[in-house]
């Protein structure tokens, strides 16, 4: 039976977890302000959308092409690198409020993210030092999909009290960044290994390995949709403020769903967020067009689920298990996958609205969503 962790344990892991949900908290926070950005700029959806996806320039090459950054300057250097560009990005968003600014910030974060992703689960297994992984896995799901949501949720509280373009959200969030900063150089590390690996970590996809790409790809133009597009759509009622909980929906619900999606199999997993995804998309894209917001915060709960309880988890797990010897070649496909889907689907219907309207475009991405969705499925079972 695991004993206790001790106190000086749980406190370098809190101190670790709380800059963890501060890097993500900065990913979301200006969501809620995205429509407001483009009305000052006299820009469109599709402008705002191109904004939103210069955090996918900055995190995949990153991602890709220095993942093992690690290994020669440590994990602790690449976190407090990652805080650090964290508080640069809202830096810019409050010193000149613009769509171009935010494109600035989002690129910022990216790389942020890219750091982070690279470095998160491994430190943090340091930190805890135990056999079992789960505990330093626990740490890090809870407190990013915590942050992920958490920035826009607050800065929507404030937008119902005020239509500054830089909200009280931002300077808290500057504050709290600060104290992460500060908790985070307390913290211990590990010195450069010896055994430097390439710094390059190329996508590949092994057998059985494209369907789980597909799904997330599915998965994340769904989620980058609400955060980009769901505020010009909810304004047209009056309700854009609502949008930072509409992104906390999407984003930190998916957490509640994760312990379930680790008892099936990856691709029982990832076959029933398929099976659930057009149907909250449904009723999100219903909720946003007709003006009804309790239809829309359900149906992004119920996309949580999908996309980051059964299938973000049993893709990746069915991606490392196919990839065997191959596992970061394979991981590198899969969220190769995920951030395509995370910009160019999104950028593509933020571009149609602004030609045929909401109702069409919404439209058109859930058709393509399912055909998506089901020919998905259909290689899953395949691959059976």
Known sequence: M????????????????????????????????????AARDGLGVGATTIAFACYVVGVLPVLLGLNGLADRVGCKPLIMAALLLSLMATATTLIAPSLVALGVARFLLGISMGLTSAV???????????????VA??????????????????????????TSMSPPSL???MAAATLALMAVSTLGDTPPSANK???????????????????????WATVGLVIAILPSALQRHGLSVWSGFATFGICSCGVLFQPWARKLTPRSATLLGLAILPMAYTLIA??????YLSAVLVGTVAASSACYGFIYLGGLSGVLAAGEAAVSQASAGYFLMAYIGFSLPVIMTGLLIDAVGHVLALSLFGLALLGGVMITALLLRRSL
């Open 171 to 173: 300077w808290i969030y």
């Open 2 to 37: 695991n004993r206790a962790l001790p106190r000086a344990t749980v406190r370098s892991a809190v101190y670790l977890a709380f800059a963890l949900c501060m890097i993500t908290t900065a990913v979301n926070l200006q969501a809620p302000l995205y429509d407001a950005l």
């Open 286 to 291: 219903w909720g946003a067009v007709q003006g």
């Open 137 to 162: 896995t626990n740490y890090v799901t809870a407190s990013t999909s915590l942050g992920f949501g958490l920035g826009a949720a607050v800065t929507s509280l404030f937008l119902f009290h005020t």
């Open 197 to 219: 690996r390439s710094l390059l970590r190329l996508p590949s996809f092994p057998r059985g390995t494209f369907a789980f790409g597909l799904a997330i790809l599915l998965a």
């Open 120 to 134: 998160a689960p491994a430190y943090m297994q340091l930190l805890v030092s135990r056999e079992d992984n789960r």
